[in-house]
C-alpha cells in the first residue's frame, strides 16, 4: 500500500464520515484541492473511503472505537483483502498492534444490522417487508460495487456497434442482461477521453434506470413531461426513445442541475428536449400543459436506498423521521403533476427507493383519491411488449440489487380515464 495514496484517504475519509455533504462532493472537492494526484491514484482513494462508509458500522463495531485511521486499514484488510505485512509500512506500530489484536481476538457477535452495516431503523423496515432471510440478501448485496452500465444512444448507433467498438478498443463489454440498449462494461473508464462516449454514442446510464424509461414507453411525436429532470439521465433516454420527435420537457426546481444536463444534451444530437425550471410542483406556468400530455414521468425525490451500492453515504445521512416527510412530498408532486396527462395518456410514478412508504403507500394515496380518474396499467405488459420480461408478480415495476443485478428502483404506470 503507498504512503501517500493512504494518508490522503485517510485525510477525504474523515471528512467523508461527517456526511455534511455527499460523499461523491467531499471526494470530488478533496482531489479539486489536491491536483497531484492522477486518475489511478484518485481512483485508489476514493475505493478505500467508499469500502469505509459501506462498511462503516460493521467497521466500528469489529473495532470498538471510531478512529479514521484504524478504520480505513481495517477497511484494507477485512473489506479490500490487503494483508498485515501489506499494511506494515502505513501503519504505526501501534496501529499494527491494534489491527494484530483485532485479529487474534474472538469475533464479536453482531447483530444483522451492525453486519450489514445499516442503521437499527432501515433493518426493521426492511424485515417488516421482506422477512429476515430476504432482507439479509437484499442487504448483502447493497454492500457490493454497483456495475458500470451505459446506454446506447439510439438516435447514433446500435448495441451492436457499439459493443464491437468498445471490444476493438479493448474495453471489456458485454450486453447488459435485461435492456435491450444497454451495455455492461467490465471497469469503470475514462470517459473524458473515450471517443465513443464523446461524440454521443452512448450516455452513463444504470441498467435499472434504463427499463424505468422503457416502462414510460414514450413514442415519436408525443408530448412528454420528465417532471423531475435532475441532470437530464431519464430525458435523453426518452427523447432517443422518441426517435429525436415530438416535444419533451425536461422540468426541475433546480437551474443548477438543469444546466448539469447541457453538455450531455449537445452531445446526444436531440433537438426535441426543452428544459425547463418551475418554482414547485404548483408553478402557475403548468397551467397551459395541463390535460396535454401524452406520457409524465415523476422520478420523484425518494432516500434513494435502492442506489446504496454508489450512494452510501445515503443510509447515514437519512433518517427515519424523512420518510413520512418525503412520502408527502411525493404524493403532492404526483397529485400536481398528474393534472398534466390527457385522457388516455399515462402518468408513470418512480423512485430508486426499495421502501414501501416511498413506493406502494404513495400509490395507494393517490388512488384513494383519484380512482375515477386513473387507473393502474401492468407494467409487465408494456415491457413485454419492449421483450423485457421480468418475473415479477405485481403490476409495479420493482427492481432490487440482489435479483436484478442493477440499482433499486419501483416504478408505477396510471393511465387517466377522465
Not at 494483508?83 to 504505526?92: D, F, G, I, Y
Not at 450531455?264 to 402557475?284: A, C, H, M, T
Not at 413506493?359 to 409487465?380: C, H, P, Y
Request: one cysteine or more; aromatic letters at 6%.
Amino acid at each position: 500500500m503507498n504512503k501517500t495514496i493512504f494518508e490522503a484517504a485517510v485525510k477525504s475519509a474523515g471528512l467523508a464520515l461527517t456526511f455534511k455533504n455527499p460523499a461523491d462532493q467531499t471526494l470530488s472537492r478533496f482531489f479539486r484541492e489536491n491536483r497531484n494526484f492522477g486518475p489511478r491514484e484518485r481512483q485508489q482513494i476514493a475505493e478505500i473511503v467508499y469500502s469505509v462508509i459501506r462498511h462503516k458500522r460493521f467497521l466500528e463495531c469489529s473495532l470498538g472505537q471510531t478512529d479514521v485511521r484504524l478504520i480505513c486499514l481495517l477497511a484494507l484488510n477485512k473489506i479490500m483483502g490487503f494483508s498485515h505485512s501489506a499494511l506494515s509500512n502505513v501503519a504505526t506500530n501501534r496501529e499494527m498492534r491494534a489491527l494484530e489484536a483485532n485479529a487474534a481476538a474472538k469475533p464479536t457477535e453482531l447483530t444483522p444490522a451492525e453486519k450489514f452495516s445499516l442503521p437499527d431503523w432501515l433493518w426493521d423496515r426492511l424485515t417488516n417487508t421482506f422477512g429476515n432471510d430476504r432482507s439479509a440478501q437484499l442487504a448483502q448485496s447493497l454492500l457490493r460495487k454497483a456495475n458500470f452500465d451505459v446506454r446506447v444512444n439510439t438516435v447514433k448507433s446500435d448495441r451492436k456497434k457499439i459493443l464491437d467498438a468498445l471490444n476493438e478498443s479493448d474495453i471489456s463489454a458485454s450486453p447488459t442482461r435485461l435492456s435491450p440498449i444497454g451495455i455492461h462494461i467490465k471497469n469503470n473508464i475514462g470517459l473524458e477521453k473515450q471517443p465513443l462516449f464523446l461524440d454521443g454514442m452512448f450516455e452513463v446510464q444504470d441498467e435499472g434506470s434504463q427499463i424505468l424509461c422503457q416502462l414510460v414507453d414514450a413514442r415519436r411525436g408525443q408530448m412528454v413531461v420528465d417532471f423531475c429532470a435532475g441532470a437530464g439521465g431519464k430525458t435523453l433516454a426518452l427523447g432517443a426513445s422518441m426517435s429525436n420527435q415530438g416535444r419533451i420537457y425536461a422540468m426541475d426546481v433546480s437551474a443548477a442541475r438543469l444546466v448539469r444536463m447541457k453538455p450531455r444534451l449537445k452531445r446526444s444530437g436531440l433537438s426535441n428536449v426543452f428544459p425547463q425550471v418551475i418554482g414547485s410542483e404548483n408553478d402557475p406556468r403548468l397551467k397551459r400543459l395541463s390535460g396535454k400530455m401524452d406520457r409524465v414521468l415523476i422520478d420523484a425525490p425518494c432516500t434513494g436506498f435502492g442506489t446504496l451500492r454508489r450512494n452510501p453515504d445515503l443510509k447515514w445521512r437519512k433518517s427515519a423521521d424523512d420518510i413520512a416527510e418525503l412520502s408527502a412530498k411525493q404524493l403532492n408532486i404526483l397529485n400536481a403533476a398528474s393534472r398534466l396527462a390527457k385522457v388516455g395518456g399515462r402518468v408513470i410514478y418512480a423512485t430508486c427507493s426499495i421502501l414501501e412508504e416511498e413506493n406502494e403507500g404513495v400509490i395507494d394515496a393517490f388512488l384513494s383519491q383519484n380512482m375515477e380518474k386513473f387507473k393502474v396499467l401492468d407494467t409487465r405488459e408494456i415491457l413485454a411488449k419492449r421483450s423485457i420480461n421480468l418475473p415479477h408478480t405485481s403490476p409495479y415495476l420493482k427492481l432490487f440489487p440482489d435479483e436484478h443485478q442493477c440499482d433499486g428502483f419501483f416504478g408505477a404506470v396510471l393511465e387517466r380515464t377522465s
